[in-house]
């Protein structure tokens, strides 16, 4: 077990958490807390109880089995909430191995499939600011655009749950200075501190010679991801009203005609929103190795049941689809593969040159 090492003023990290949450919580409704055993879902569930929410409390602990001290963290995480008089529901996942994103990314996934099961009308987790720091450096680092840069919402609906973070604006240092003056203990992952992996060589090595620079990094990091966020939304909103104008009229031609009318740049940002709400992701690495010396990729896998049109960006093409087959796109010699009978959240593989699924048929 871990003891407190940094002891900032903490006293008002209570009173926070509960502003926070004072506009975000209705009444009755049921709270879910993820609970891995480390010191932030620690000082969260302690927290939480003190502030007289015990009764409506659920403590969820992800089982991932990827360490040998993945028992004992369980059994760690059993008797705190025994402690405490919190309900503890323990969930046993398997992790993906062979996903193509990574082991990180394929236990996230897991864990976040594990949470959207519980029963709570409200999950609650545990990143801090130091986390928020981390993954806005880490999505620049890959090329994010704007919603990346927003790195952790605040709030975000998951599965019909509302997904909150009530310590994105707190330290790790108040974190444990809490922990220290409260005698709790937790687990350390060590997994943690093996640097191999990108957000641990960041969270090691990159933020604490930044911060050696530039004292407040973290908080300014934390801070732009909130500006990010912000002009987020503000595009997202931009999306919308363009997509209320293309669906204003019926039947395809007057869609490809405000289509036309759009800037490139804006486009881009409607199909980026389209995309974005109709579940879509960035495919694995390997999905990026695709046969021939195309300008186009040669296989493009889409859900028959929502792809009626497919655009090109570069240069800015719209053609119509016709559902499962193949649709060849206009000034390319490439042909986009339509397969049907795949689920909403499959990959897809794309370029720079192609954007695709606008409507549904």
């Known amino acids: 077990m871990a003891a407190s090492r940094n002891k900032p003023s903490i006293d008002a990290l209570p009173g926070r ?7 975000r919580l209705a009444p009755a409704e049921r709270i879910g807390v993820g609970l891995s055993g480390g010191c932030d879902s620690v000082v969260l569930l302690h927290l939480l ?4 929410l015990g009764e409506r409390l659920t403590a ?3 089982h991932h089995g990827l360490s040998p001290n993945a028992d004992a963290w369980a059994a760690f995480c059993t ?22 994103f990574g082991l990180e990314a394929a236990a996230r996934t897991a864990r976040y499939a594990a949470l959207a099961e519980c029963p709570a009308e409200v999950l609650v987790l545990a990143q801090h600011q130091g986390d928020q720091a981390e993954t806005l450096l880490f999505n620049l680092l890959r ?59 960041l969270r090691h090595d990159v933020l604490p010679v930044l911060s050696q ?36 009229d019926s039947g395809d031609a007057p869609r490809l005609r405000v289509l036309r009318g ?24 390997g999905w990026r190795n695709l046969p021939g010396n195309c300008r186009v990729p040669a296989r493009i896998v889409i859900p028959n049941w929502c792809c009626s049109m497919a655009v090109c960006v ?48």
């Open 79 to 100: 008797e705190y909430c025994a402690r405490l008089g919190v309900p503890l529901q323990m969930v046993h996942v398997e992790v993906d191995r062979r996903s193509g």
């Open 60 to 62: 969820i602990h992800v």
């Open 143 to 201: 090329g994010a655009g704007v919603a990346g840069a927003a790195a952790i919402p605040e709030v975000r609906q998951l599965a019909g749950r509302r997904l909150l973070r009530p310590l994105l604006a707190c330290s790790r240092g108040e974190l444990e200075a809490y922990a220290a003056q409260h005698a709790l203990l937790w687990v350390e992952d060590e997994s943690n501190a093996d640097t191999r992996y990108s957000r641990n060589f």
């Open 314 to 361: 570069s240069p800015l093409v719209v053609c119509n689809l016709s559902g499962a087959g193949r649709a060849k796109l206009p000034y390319y010699e490439s042909y986009i593969l339509l397969r049907a009978g795949y689920p909403q959240f499959e990959p897809f593989s794309y370029n720079r040159s192609i954007t695709l699924l606008l409507t549904r048929p």
């Open 49 to 52: 109880q003190g502030l007289g």
């Open 262 to 285: 759009l800037s490139l740049v804006r486009l881009k940002n409607l199909l980026r929103y389209r995309l974005r709400q109709l579940g879509w992701r960035r495919a694995p690495q």
């Open 17 to 23: 958490v509960g502003d926070f949450l004072a506009t």
């Open 213 to 248: 620079r530039f004292p407040a990094a973290e908080r300014s990091l934390a801070q732009a991801a909130q500006h990010f966020a912000e002009a987020d939304e503000l595009l997202a909103e931009l999306a919308a009203a363009d997509w209320l104008a293309v669906c204003a």
